[in-house]
Structures are given as C-alpha cells and as structure tokens.
C-alpha cells in the first residue's frame, strides 16, 4: 500500500475522542475490508453481556460475586442505594484524610508532618498505585510514595534505606481485601518491626484498605490504627484503581483524584457506545482478537513514547494477562487462551528489542502509546529548529513506519497530554477493552483460578520445609542429603523440592541450616547448626 491509500485508510480508520483529549489510529492493523461486518454480531452479545454485568449480574460465577469497578467512578450505577452510598462516603472520606495529613492535623507522634508513605499490596493493590504515582509524580508531592510490592527481603531492605531516618514521618497504607494474602502480610510484619527498631509505634503511622471484618481490618482495629478503607468483594484487585486502593494512595501523594475519576467515568461514557467504531474499547478488542485469531496466537507489545507511562505496560500485564489468561471457556470446554503482554518505554526500545520486532520472528503486535505534550514550557533546542521532544516523536513515526513497511502490525494510541483525567481514561479503556475481549472468545475475565492455585502450592512447599526443618534440629549433628532426608520424613517423591528448600536455608542464617559440600552438589550433606 503506498502513502496515498494508507493515509486514506488512517482517515478512515481513526477514531478521534475529543471528550478524552484522545485518538485510537487502526489502519496498520491488516484485518480484512468485512471485518467489522463479520464481528458484529459477536461484539453487540459483548455489549448485552457489558450491559448485564454494569447492572449487576453475578460475573464472578466462581465466588457468586458482582463485579462493580464501572460503579467506582459513577456511584448512581450501582445496583442499590446502599452500595451508591458506600461508593460516594468512601470517596469523601479518602479526601477528608488526605487533607488532614496534608495541613498536618493528623501528623506522627513527635509534631512533624507526614512527608512520606509507605504503600504495602500485592499484584493489582500495589501495580495500579505504582503506575499512578510513576505517571503522576512531581517534585512537588506531598507525600513521596515507596512500595512494598513482593515478599521479598532484600528489597524490602532496600527501600528502607531509601526512607531511612524519614521512617517517624512516613505513613503507612496496608492493602489487602481478605486480609491474609502472606506478602502482604509479610511486608506489614517487616514495616512493623522496622518502626519498633526506630522506637515508633507502628500503629501511629498505619492505615489499612480491606474488606470489613477481614483479618487485617480486626487487626487494626485492636491496634488502633489511624484509619481503615473499605475494599469491596465486588471489584477485583486489578480493577481497583478507582477504588480506595489506588485514590488513597494519589491523594495523598497531592494527585487530584476527581480528575483521575473523571477521566474514567468520561472514558466508561464513551464505551458504552454500541455503534462498533465509535466506541474506542470495543475497537481495541477487535483488534486484539484479529491481531491473535483469538487465540492469542501473537503477544502484545506495549511501546509508551513517555517516561511517565514506564510502568504501564507492568500494569496492563497483568490487568490483562490474569483476566484473558483461561484454561476453560465460560461452557467448561478447555480453551487454553490468553495475550503475553510486554513492553519497554520509547525510544529506550529503540536501543533494545525493536531490533528483533522488525527483523526476528512475527509473533506479536505493537500499541504505541503516544503523548503530544512535550512538557510543561517551551523546550530548548538541541538542534537548529529541532527539539528533544521532536526527536521523541521522530522516533515514534520512524519505528512505527518501519514495522509496518516489513508487515508487522500496530495499533497508536494518542493522548493530548499526561494529566490524572488522562490517566483515568487510559486506565478505564483498558479495563473495558478486557471485557468486551473476553466476551468475544467466551471467557470469565473476572476469576483467577490459576492464582489460587499458585498460592496453595506455595503452602504446600511451606509445610514440607517445618518438616524438614523439624528433622534437622531432632537429629541435630546428623548431616543429611536431600534424597536421605525425603527418604526419612515419607517424602521420597518430594526429592527435588526438599533440596531446593534445603538450598535456601543454607544460604541464609534464619534457620540454624549449614551445608557440607560433598563429591556432587547431589552429595551435599545439610546440618542443623543451632
């Protein structure tokens, strides 16, 4: 196609949302001229079905459970009086102790002011809040954001030297909906003893984001932490956003959350759109589902021309990745779909991967996220007539046109500017794209049975390491190898994992474990030292 036709084929195809300040370009996406016609009928049962579960249809069949984020940004929506409320109160309230930290009538013991905090969640709890406040942040925050986001211990260590002495002025957010999910739990245990070390009492500088009557909201309770949130069972913690989750942690971070909430509920308006082209979602979903087979036959990669926009394709990973990522269809039947999802920044991709886009093997197809705003200001030249911000955006065009001249295929999504409205409808377009995908290949977006079980075989592991642990210090002296000791707890089958575990203890001084090197690294003997 010379330049002519595809900029014929760009007027045709370009979606323009002057409401979002954004456009959706689809003409260097090959799908053939009866596409749309084709898909029709598949995409209006994905608008019945969106319609449904707006209204409040169980669609998380698994846990009986709504599914409401639609309701977070709109709380008229909501299928009863008391749920608007609890949406609208919430809401409120973040805002009120927001500004309570801010002008220092809630402050630390000792007279100071919060100047930090410190956000504790697992997956969605804390790639949303990490996302918003990479793409967000400025020099003036209110409060600077630090994260506990896995279980484990040398990076916890190392963002508590990062707060270091600033912990007496740091705020803590704990998020978790049941409460019990262990890395959340275990950051919390860990921040806990950091502010006992520092002689501060750690209930004095938390507040928790639950479901009510959860283990960790009873626990703050007692303690007497200085707030508690309230985490429904109806939204889902890679739709949590624009609930307590992600707003408590912007507000205070100085974010305008009205704008993040406006954005998406704008972006939820024009979604709703059933005329197929004008409604920007159920565009990307086409899209996804011809670009894969609808079997997710090619990966999506995620190209921000932004710095700020870095960790969106983390966030989308797994907003979209836990949601299409489906042994079963909805009728039982195995269907084994899903998208890989990944991405870098621009141009640092430039320097990286796009090497292999253009050249290696064609089993993907790229978004680029593009920002027409520079910065605020003018900016300097670095060239006569020429600016770091064209550069960014010549390299955008560049690779865009260069994929596509050796058939390989992108969608461009571009936005007017980096703001929380922005922000907010990007989140929202995303999460609605995810729906109306996965009505079009008949899955549950709204479970995660393949986390679940990530998580109990993680306690299986756990229970065969106390009883490793237990043999080791009842024979202490007796050096054991990993086959001797399965053989001697009944777990010969469990050989592997025994040895692993045996692997770790050794390596850290937590258990007491030392190892003495044998012929084999399959010889080597485990000793209980303490």
């Given at each position: 196609m010379d330049k002519h036709e595809l900029w014929q084929r760009y007027k045709k195809y370009l979606g323009v949302y002057r409401e979002l300040g954004m456009m959706l370009d689809i003409s260097r996406m090959n799908f053939?001229?009866?596409?749309?016609?084709?898909?029709?009928?598949?995409?209006?049962?994905?608008f019945d079905?969106?319609?449904?579960?707006?209204?409040?249809?169980?669609?998380?069949?698994?846990?009986?459970?709504?599914?409401?984020?639609?309701?977070?940004?709109?709380?008229?929506?909501?299928p009863n009086k008391e749920l608007s409320a609890e949406i609208t109160f919430t809401v409120r309230a973040i805002r009120e102790f927001a500004d309570k930290v801010h002008n220092g009538e809630l402050s630390p013991p000792g007279g100071s002011r919060f100047s930090r905090m410190l956000v504790i969640g697992i997956g969605g709890s804390a790639l949303g809040p990490q996302f918003v406040a990479g793409s967000l942040g400025s020099a003036e925050d209110k409060l600077l954001p630090f994260f506990f986001d896995n279980t484990d211990p040398d990076g916890m260590d190392r963002v508590l030297a990062q707060i270091g002495s600033g912990l007496r002025e740091t705020l803590t957010i704990v998020i978790s909906k049941s409460g019990g999910t262990k890395e959340t739990r275990n950051g919390m245990q860990e921040a806990k003893?950091?502010?006992?070390?520092?002689?501060?009492?750690?209930?004095?500088?938390?507040?928790a984001v639950t479901g009510r009557d959860s283990e960790l909201d009873r626990t703050a309770t007692a303690e007497g932490w200085l707030a508690r949130f309230p985490m429904w069972d109806w939204v889902g913690g890679r739709t949590s956003e624009t609930?307590?989750?992600?707003?408590?942690?912007?507000?205070?971070?100085?974010?305008?959350?009205?704008?993040?909430l406006e954005g998406a509920q704008l972006c939820d308006v024009t979604t709703r759109n059933r005329e197929t082209l004008?409604?920007?979602?159920a565009v990307l979903a086409l899209m996804w589902h011809h670009a894969t087979g609808g079997r997710g036959a090619k990966d999506m990669v995620i190209l921000p021309y932004k710095d700020r926009l870095l960790l969106f394709s983390r966030y989308l990973q797994q907003?979209?990745?836990?949601?299409?990522?489906?042994?079963?269809?909805?009728?039982g039947n195995r269907a084994n779909q899903g998208i890989a999802v990944y991405g870098n920044k621009g141009s640092t991709d430039q320097h990286a991967y796009v090497q292999q886009l253009r050249e290696g093997v064609s089993n993907f197809f790229v978004t680029f996220i593009e920002v027409l705003k520079d910065r605020n200001g003018k900016s300097m030249e670095v060239e006569p007539g020429v600016t770091s911000g064209d550069y960014l955006n010549g390299f955008l065009q560049g690779t865009r046109q260069a994929l596509y001249e050796n058939g390989r295929e992108s969608i461009t999504i571009t936005v007017d500017a980096i703001s929380p409205r922005t922000v907010?409808?990007?989140?929202?377009?995303?999460?609605?794209?995810?729906?109306?995908y996965a009505s079009l290949v008949n899955i549950n977006a709204y479970h995660q049975p393949g986390v679940e079980a990530g998580k109990k075989a993680a306690g299986v592991v756990l229970e065969l390491q106390g009883k490793v642990l237990a043999q080791l210090a009842e024979k202490r002296g007796k050096g054991f190898t990993a086959e001797e000791m399965a053989a001697s707890i009944g777990c010969d089958e469990e050989a592997e994992t025994i040895y692993r575990i045996l692997l770790h203890a050794a390596a850290n001084p937590d258990h007491g474990v030392t190892a003495e090197e044998g012929p084999t690294a399959f010889d080597k003997k485990f000793y209980c030292s303490s």
């Open positions: 053939p001229a009866d596409f749309f016609q084709v898909m029709e009928p598949r995409m209006q049962q994905a079905e969106m319609n449904d579960l707006e209204k409040g249809s169980i669609a998380n069949a698994d846990e009986k459970r709504m599914v409401g984020h639609y309701w977070l940004r709109n709380a008229e929506l909501a003893e950091a502010y006992k070390n520092k002689g501060l009492d750690f209930a004095r500088h938390a507040v609930s307590a989750v992600g707003l408590l942690p912007a507000a205070l971070q100085g974010i305008d959350i009205d704008q993040l004008k409604n920007p979602a907003l979209i990745m836990e949601s299409i990522g489906k042994e079963y269809d909805r009728n907010g409808a990007l989140i929202a377009l995303y999460e609605r794209a995810v729906g109306f």
